[in-house]
Nanobody, 125 residues
């Protein structure tokens, strides 16, 4: 069974940077869509970045983080990352990593997410 384990988040000042990591363990057969989501209390979980393994499709970002966040992976360590720069107070949220079955052409089977445990990121002055 695939499991995801996230690093701890933290508190950062406005304009600062923080990198989250997510370790994928267990059998992973075939392409995956690796993603980062975030959630504020009483709001719907927002998908902020997606990376497609086994596909030439470029990563996709939510408009709210485009140009500031970067998703990447290290296949050698089975980890993927979310580099967050120029952080704003509105980036404060619980962040979750997720993996879903993908395809070689970038299709993701959303609804079948395996989730990390979540980690809090707080941006303040």
């Amino acid at each position: 069974q695939v499991r995801l384990k996230q690093s701890e988040g933290g508190s950062v000042q406005i304009g600062g940077s923080l990198t989250l990591s997510c370790e994928v363990s267990g059998p992973t057969n075939g392409p995956l869509c690796l993603a980062w989501f975030r959630q504020i209390p009483e709001r719907q979980r927002e998908r902020v970045a997606v990376l497609y393994t086994g596909s030439q499709t470029s990563p996709v970002y939510a408009d709210s983080v485009k140009g500031r966040f970067t998703i990447s992976r290290d296949p050698d360590t089975n980890r993927f990352y979310l580099q967050m720069n120029s952080l704003k107070p509105e980036d404060t949220a619980m962040y979750y990593c997720a993996a879903v079955p993908g395809s070689s052409w970038g299709f993701c089977q959303w609804g079948q997410e395996i989730w990390g445990q979540g980690t809090q990121v707080t941006v303040s002055s």
